[in-house]
């Protein structure tokens, strides 16, 4: 599994931004994509998930704000996080990724980071 994501960018206090990530390969083994983010000095936390069955989970701080969505095609999936009314908190580099499961076997796969900058 490849995951490529972009989006990133620097945004006003209260201003919106959207991460895309796509995946391409072995895209019926995914069983759940999301994002995590990391700021400097700061421990990586998720962000945002979602399984096959389209059900979310958020990190509290960004519950209300966030909000990630998913779009199934053919040889790719793409996962959107819809980043609404940003605090400069929110700094932090943004990574995708997806989580498998072949013949019982879980793996991970990571997506670049992108930067996502909140700032006046």
């Known amino acids: 599994v490849q995951l490529q994501a972009s989006g990133g960018g620097l945004v006003q206090p209260g201003g919106s931004l959207r991460l895309s990530c796509t995946a391409s390969?072995?895209?019926?083994?995914?069983?759940?994509m999301g994002w995590y983010r990391q700021a400097p000095g700061k421990q990586r936390e998720l962000v945002a998930s979602?399984?096959?069955?389209?059900?979310?989970?958020?990190e509290a701080s960004v519950t209300g704000r966030f909000a990630i969505s998913r779009d199934n095609f053919r040889d790719t999936v793409t996962v959107y996080l819809q980043m609404n009314s940003l605090k400069p908190e929110d700094t932090a580099v943004y990574s995708c990724?997806?989580?498998?499961?072949?013949?019982?076997?879980?793996?991970?796969?990571w997506g670049q980071g992108t930067q996502v900058t909140v700032s006046s």
């Open positions: 979602i399984d096959n069955g389209d059900n979310t989970n958020y």
């Open positions: 990724y997806a989580t498998t499961k072949l013949n019982g076997t879980p793996k991970g796969y």
């Open positions: 390969g072995s895209i019926s083994t995914i069983n759940g």
